[in-house]
């Protein structure tokens, strides 16, 4: 019977798994091998496969990600790690230039089967660039998959889909969900398919709809907010980049009212552009304006100040109050 495991332990179990089943497989990144990661996501897997196949890199993520663009380039199925969100800046020209338009440049003859997973988000107390949320510039990028689970089930299922995917992935992995909570979890190969939102909850008053570690706090507050009689729906959004618009529909236009919630900055974030397509393709069904509840427009405060950034269960529950009130 499988046990429980936590985010991070889910994400090891994973790659596990897919060493076994791409030999063409390369894990690399910064202390990933002899250190397992700066979270341990890695541990174990150089005494398993070997330092050909677990490589520790420079600090130097620029070259992480054009390793990447070259060995996927090559046949080769690099998965690499990006210690924190905010180190990922220096990789951005690789991924937007090269990987994300490969298939385009070759027409087709050449794909860029790299993963790519990134630490992000805030709940864990550290400094500047360790707990950034800004999923919005890769989302922006055509030619890249932008993923985020929100539990240890999802992640496992998930990062199979990524890294068996022919194109290129990020793989957002919000680190205070890493050791928050516990799931069963079995080693099964049962991947879930990318370009999927998935309904944690049904409900009929209206729509909360969030990733990551905000689905988390999205559900506490659904039962919070039942006690109050009022019914939400979670929607998952899971895959960022492309968007699952079908079931985002379903949910809105069932509803009538969406609630989009995130910690990235709310200006330029993705959801804003979830609320322009809902408020565009479901005028008619909405019996409220689509509202948003996101991280302030400034860069993540440092420690103890980040539960001021961060929206907390009682914001979403006073957010979904306020956008009943406005029916």
């Known amino acids: 019977m499988a046990s429980p495991l936590h985010l991070i332990d889910a994400v090891n179990l ?7 089943q791409y030999p063409e497989m390369i894990l690399l990144g910064e202390d990933i091998a002899n250190n397992g990661g700066v979270f341990r996501a890695t541990t174990g897997l150089l005494e ?7 490589l520790d890199t420079p600090l130097a993520e620029s070259l992480i990600a054009g390793l990447c663009v070259g060995m996927a380039s090559q046949g080769l199925r690099p998965v690499a790690e990006i210690q924190f969100m905010g180190f990922i ?7 937007l230039s090269h990987a994300a338009r490969l298939r385009h440049r070759t027409r087709g003859r050449l794909t860029c089967a790299m993963t790519l997973r990134v630490p992000c988000g805030g709940g864990i107390h550290a400094p500047e660039h360790h707990s950034e949320s800004l999923e919005s510039l890769l989302t922006a990028m055509p030619g890249l998959k932008v993923v985020c689970p929100s539990s240890p089930r999802l992640a496992y299922q998930l990062l199979l889909s990524a890294i068996a995917d022919p194109d290129p992935v990020i793989f957002l992995e919000p680190e205070r969900l890493y050791r928050a909570t516990a799931q069963v979890c079995a080693d099964d190969a049962a991947a879930l398919p990318l370009e999927r939102c998935l309904i944690h909850r049904r409900g009929r008053d209206l729509s909360i709809i969030a990733w990551g570690a905000c689905v988390e706090d999205a559900l506490t507050a659904a039962e919070h907010l039942s006690t109050l009689g009022i019914d939400a729906e979670i929607v998952d959004v899971a895959t960022l980049k492309p968007l699952d618009r079908n079931t985002l529909a379903a949910s ?5 009212r969406a609630l989009i919630v995130h910690e990235a900055p709310g200006s330029g974030g993705l959801g804003a552009e979830i609320a322009a397509w809902l408020g565009s393709a479901l005028f008619s069904e909405l019996k409220a304006p689509v509202q948003r509840l996101t991280g302030f427009d400034c860069i993540m405060p440092y420690a103890r100040l980040e539960s001021r950034y961060l929206p907390s269960v009682q914001d979403i529950v006073d957010a979904a109050q306020t956008l009943l009130g406005d029916a």
């Not at 994973?14 to 076994?20: E, G, S, V």
């Not at 809105?252 to 009538?256: E, K, N």
């Open 89 to 95: 800046y220096a990789a951005l020209e690789h991924l």
């Open 48 to 54: 398993h496969f070997g330092p050909r196949r677990v």
């Open 252 to 256: 809105v236009a069932s509803t009538g």
């Open 14 to 20: 994973a790659l596990h798994r897919a060493m076994q």
